[in-house]
């Protein structure tokens, strides 16, 4: 296996602990984003998981407060090295890694996200 497939699996499974850490008791069947039959958090869910003011980004201290598995792999998020993370960044980060963004992410040349889906012929 290649250190990006290995990064990029290290990092789909410690997303979705974070995920799995932040749902109720008796979740959604099959386990939700990121739970069993799931693919890997949205860019989107990580933000709300651990954004711990609500400013729409993650800081390293938010991160490392809401879910020290986070932390591990910052520096695969912060791009930028400018010690926050927004869902832009993670969006692109994700992406470099060979990783989607997750459920409800528009797929590669699908329509722009908020768009409606193409109509069926």
């Known amino acids: 296996m290649n250190k990006t497939s290995s990064l990029s ?3 789909a499974a410690v997303l979705a602990s974070g995920v799995a850490m932040a749902q109720a008791p ?3 069947p099959g386990g939700g984003p990121g739970g069993p039959g799931g693919g890997a958090p949205s860019a989107k ?4 998981n651990n954004d711990g003011n609500k400013d729409g980004v993650v800081t390293k201290e938010e991160a490392t407060a809401a879910n ?3 932390i591990k792999v910052w520096d695969q998020y912060d791009l930028n090295k400018d010690g926050k993370v927004d869902e832009a960044e ?3 980060a994700m992406a470099a890694m060979g990783g989607g963004g ?3 992410a528009a797929p590669a040349g699908g329509p722009p996200a908020g768009g409606p889906p193409p109509a069926a012929k």
Do not use: E, N, V
């Open 9 to 11: 699996l290290t990092l």
């Open 45 to 48: 869910t990580i933000i709300a």
């Open 102 to 104: 997750g459920p409800g």
């Open 68 to 70: 020290k598995q986070l």
């Open 26 to 28: 008796g979740g959604p």
């Open 90 to 92: 993670i969006t692109k």
